[in-house]
T-cell receptor, first 114, second 113 residues
Framework: NAGVMQNPRHLVRRRGQEARLRCSPM?????VYWYRQLPEEGLKFMVY????????ESGMPKERFSAEFPKEGPSILRIQQVVRGDSAAYFC????????????FGEGSWLTVV | KQEVTQIPAALSVPEGENLVLNCSFT??????LQWFRQDPGKGLTSLLL?????REQTSGRLNASLDKSSGRSTLYIAASQPGDSATYLC????????????FGEGTQLTVNP
């Protein structure tokens, strides 16, 4: 039973380019979460999705960031026109239900904007 | 708004020592509390999950306690080993938001052989 799979593990983008981060949840999990960890900072919630629905995006920056979790395929976190301040580790997590369940994290995607 | 604080920020102990990591939260209306471990350049590994109705959970040399009334949780590590060296994070979702975890800043533990 594979864990939460994220790719790419490391991504380098020039300022102004787009970054796409993918997350496949654990088998049987329909709830996906994205968190960001900036250098020397803690993890911050970004967005919570279920299949085809965004449940809570209160942690997402208002511009340039979007997330989806289509009926088929992985969840995608998309960052348009990246800036140096977007350089961070982006973690995806999944759970089988909405509340009271253990949340499992992927290994993260490290984005570097040059 | 939930705020989670962990102390100490860093801890260095000799191998074999028992130790306690502390986590406090401002809003006691939590659904559960989860302890994670993060190794450098890696993701988070879930260690223990304590439901709001529970007082403690144990897994091997780890024991986590939860006191909702005082807004505190502790992670006790018995007979520490160098392999325990990592950053330990606690996180709690508000019962009103179910899934959204608020993390502490973590305690960076170093166990010296």
């Amino acid at each position: 039973n594979a864990g939460v799979m994220q790719n790419p593990r490391h991504l380098v983008r020039r300022r102004g380019q787009e970054a796409r981060l993918r997350c496949s949840p654990m088998k049987g999990h329909s709830h996906v979460y994205w968190y960001r960890q900036l250098p020397e900072e803690g993890l911050k919630f970004m967005v919570y999705l279920q299949k085809e629905n965004i449940i809570d995006e209160s942690g997402m920056p208002k511009e340039r960031f979007s997330a989806e979790f289509p009926k088929e395929g992985p969840s995608i976190l998309r960052i348009q026109q990246v800036v140096r301040g977007d350089s961070a580790a982006y973690f995806c997590a999944s759970s089988p239900g909405a509340q009271g369940n253990t949340i499992y994290f992927g290994e993260g995607s490290w984005l570097t904007v040059v | 708004k939930q705020e989670v604080t962990q102390i100490p920020a860093a801890l260095s102990v000799p191998e074999g020592e028992n130790l306690v990591l502390n986590c406090s939260f401002t809003d006691s209306a939590i659904y559960n509390l989860q302890w994670f471990r993060q190794d450098p350049g890696k993701g988070l590994t879930s260690l223990l999950l304590i439901q709001s109705s529970q007082r403690e959970q144990t897994s091997g040399r780890l024991n986590a306690s939860l006191d909702k009334s005082s807004g505190r949780s502790t992670l006790y590590i018995a007979a520490s080993q160098p392999g325990d060296s990592a950053t330990y994070l606690c996180a709690a979702p508000l019962s009103s938001s179910g899934s959204r975890l608020t993390f502490g800043e973590g305690t960076q533990l170093t166990v010296n052989p």
